[in-house]
């Protein structure tokens, strides 16, 4: 047995997600993979979930789609519910989620919403995210519910540990690393989008 705090692969339905996404937007794969910096066999192997695509890749799909990033999170319903309830409560057993490399996210509220996400990532040991940025007006809030994690926000660097929040401007360029040789930590967050 590995190590490792998450041992499933990224889902299917994120290449899938793509591809539906891009026909919906009558994007070709060669325009897609030229807004990812890719190949056009990259791209293919994402749609078919033969590859698994970085952060930074599904940021740039975000953009591209004009898409939140909760949108590629695991839709499937994982017991059935009464109808009332699957719209008001979320059970912590049955959140719908998205792995990768390291993170696992999952969505906190019982339908997507283009306009927030409302998020906890729990990234395992050592991980560190790649700079990105969200060309659109909103913000990012945290709250480090365990753990600790160093954030760069525009390169300045901040220190957090549990029990600390944060919050800027989702344009800004930010990174985060969790320094912990031992340790997850966890993140619960919201994005919003304006």
């Keep these: 047995m590995s190590n490792s705090v998450f041992e ?5 339905h994120v290449g899938k997600t793509l591809r539906e996404l891009r026909r919906s937007r009558r994007i070709t794969i060669q325009q897609l993979a030229e807004g990812l910096n890719r190949s056009t066999g990259y791209v293919s192997q994402l749609e078919r979930g033969l590859s698994q695509p970085t ?6 799909a975000c953009t591209i789609f004009g898409v939140p990033m909760s949108w590629f999170v695991d839709l499937e319903e994982k017991q059935p519910e009464a109808e009332r309830e ?9 959140r719908r989620f998205m ?14 919403d283009s306009d927030v996400e409302f998020m906890m990532s729990t990234f395992e040991p050592g991980l560190e995210t790649e700079p990105k940025n969200v060309p659109t007006s909103g913000a ?7 753990g600790r994690l160093e954030l760069w926000v525009d390169e300045e660097k901040f220190e957090l540990v549990e029990g600390d ?8 360029t930010y990174r985060s690393h969790n320094p912990s040789k031992t340790e997850p930590t966890i993140i619960i967050w919201v994005g919003v989008y304006k």
């Excluded at 990768?100 to 339908?111: C, D, I, N, S, V």
């Excluded at 929040?165 to 800004?172: A, G, K, M, Q, V």
């Design 8 to 12: 499933v692969p990224t889902p299917d």
């Design 99 to 112: 792995l990768h490399r390291g993170a696992r996210t999952e969505l906190l509220t019982p339908q997507l």
């Design 165 to 172: 929040s944060y919050r800027f401007n989702r344009s800004s």
């Design 55 to 60: 952060l930074k890749d599904l940021y740039a």
């Design 140 to 146: 990012e809030y945290g709250y480090i519910l365990k």
């Design 86 to 94: 699957k719209d008001i409560v979320v059970r912590s057993g049955q």
